[in-house]
């Protein structure tokens, strides 16, 4: 039910529940609150303690009595108190050397020789009567340790509960997020942020226009590939004219135009290949059998394409696509290189090809555009020098098709293609 809210409602939901909460933790520590500070001890309690009587300290800190040989030592924190010793001399009827006095009190300028009626914390009294001293102390007060515990088990189980809260609602907002990102990304074949009922609205219905964004942009490239293919059937009709009206023709100039002639059709081809590139069905293969074919049908012709170990490489693809895209790049080092050196690795959680030729290597343009359109490293459209300029794009678009990169680089020894594509799961 939470997820289907809109987000700024989610918002004010968790806010809010955050607000109780703590308002309730604050009420609750409240009403618990630590214990209450004790009265302050009559200083007479003590006197008549120390005479050896009974006093009752309801409400205050006890009284320990005891009987010792030696004079009472001072605890940590106390001090001499000499005018709550000359009033215990007084108020007993003894020597002022017979009667020791020691105190946490603080000792206030102008009240050390004349104290209160009273003393707020800790002491030690003394009196030596009969040849033994009788010692009182005022017991500490008790601490309010069972208290803090519960002040911190509350405040962590609040902080948890607000964390805990925070976090599904950040969750509920961000994986209809996340799928959507995967769409676009292209890791999810489907646009389906929306459409399974725990997304919220503001992210319904950017799903939704993504999806029909996405839906026309489809028609739109099927109907762009259907117009290419009716315009390459009807050029071919009198492109075959045109081939047999050559024959008329002396040879030097036949062979020429029938050069021109097929140029023209494989521009053509390249041109749909291009543009039918990333519509073809997906499987899952091994891309080092792929690879290791190929590299069998160029040895079978006798071209000087070699290959490292190849190493298995699932990937989800179209193996007719990447047999186009891979070819594409052997031709293109056989041409420009002389040689298509291959080899085939495992990095990380993808499989990288390298295609490496023996060449001058790629120009500066090359670098940046050599993967665009009608982009090629030698500048005429002659076949014996170069293509048509469509090979390079091609294979880039089907490397973007299923995730993949296509980087030109040059080494010292001439180029290098490298095609990097995720590992199936």
Do not use: K
């Not at 605890?75 to 105190?103: K, N």
């Amino acid at each position: 039910m939470l997820q289907r809210l809109p987000i700024a409602r989610q918002i004010i939901a968790l806010v809010s529940a955050a607000v109780l909460a703590t308002a309730g933790a604050m009420i609750a520590i409240t009403f618990i609150g630590p214990p209450p500070r004790p009265a302050p001890t009559p200083l007479a309690d003590i006197a008549q303690a120390l005479q050896g009587a009974g006093v009752d300290r309801l409400g205050t800190r006890p009284l320990l009595q005891d009987a010792a040989a030696e004079p009472p030592e001072p605890r940590a924190g106390e001090m001499r108190d000499r005018g709550i010793e000359a009033w215990l001399a007084e108020e007993l009827a003894a020597q002022p050397d017979d009667v020791l006095a020691f105190t946490t009190a603080p000792q206030m300028p102008g009240l050390r020789d004349r104290p209160v009626d009273s003393l707020r914390g800790e002491g030690s009294f003394g009196w030596r009567h009969a040849g033994h001293w009788r010692v009182v102390r005022i017991d500490p007060a008790p601490t309010a340790l069972n208290w803090w515990a519960t002040v911190v088990a509350v405040t962590v189980l609040v902080l948890g509960a607000i964390i805990g809260l925070a976090w599904r609602s950040a969750r509920t907002i961000t994986r209809p997020l996340e799928r959507l990102a995967d769409h676009v990304r292209g890791e999810s074949p489907d646009l389906h942020a929306g459409d399974d009922g725990d997304a919220p609205p503001e992210v319904a219905v950017v799903a939704g226009a993504l999806a029909a964004f996405q839906r026309s942009q489809i028609d739109q490239v099927a109907q762009r590939t259907r117009m290419l293919s009716a315009i390459a059937h009807d050029l071919g009709t009198p492109l075959t004219r045109l081939a047999f009206r050559l024959e008329a023709l002396p040879e030097a100039q036949r062979d020429a135009a029938q050069a021109d002639i097929a140029a023209m059709r494989r521009l053509i081809e390249d041109s749909l290949a291009l543009d039918r590139s990333g519509s073809q069905p997906s499987e899952r293969f091994d891309l080092a059998e792929l690879v290791a074919g190929m590299i069998e049908e160029s040895v079978v012709q006798d071209l000087p394409v070699t290959a490292d170990v190849m190493t298995s490489a699932p990937v989800i693809a179209s193996q007719n696509a990447l047999r186009r895209l891979i070819q594409n790049l052997v031709d293109n080092a056989l041409r420009y290189g002389g040689v298509a050196e291959l080899s085939l690795m495992i990095e990380g959680n993808g499989v990288v090809l390298v295609v490496q030729d023996r060449g001058p290597g790629f120009t500066t343009e090359m670098l940046t555009h050599g993967c665009q359109p009608f982009v090629r490293g030698e500048a005429s459209r002659n076949r014996e020098t170069g293509g048509s300029g469509l090979g390079l794009a091609i294979a880039s678009a089907i490397a973007r098709q299923y995730r993949g990169t296509l980087i030109l680089a040059n080494r010292e020894s001439g180029g290098e293609v490298r095609l990097s594509l995720p590992l199936a799961d």
